[in-house]
């Protein structure tokens, strides 16, 4: 499973960081790193809505606080 999240000024400065460092806890402790993997890229066009995460192709977005619930419903949920 392919989950880009967006680095670019505006995500980062919404936390960006934030969310990479707890999806790689949360992908480390739930044994999927063979099964996960996080991308970072540039820009996905959604500034206005918070931090931009994409699973495979499908585009969320988030907030740090969001983080963990996000991964249990849309990535645990999904492999």
């Known amino acids: ?19 990479i460092e707890k999806l790689q806890q949360l992908v480390a402790q739930n044994g999927l790193s063979g099964k996960v993997d996080l991308n970072g890229s540039f820009c996905s066009g959604n500034c206005d809505h918070g931090v931009c995460v994409t699973v495979e192709d499908q585009l969320f977005s988030l907030k740090p606080e969001d983080t963990e619930e996000f991964f249990n419903n849309e990535i645990l949920g999904r492999v």
């Open 1 to 19: 499973m392919k989950v880009t999240i967006c680095i670019g000024s505006a995500c980062h400065l919404k936390g960006s960081r934030e969310i």
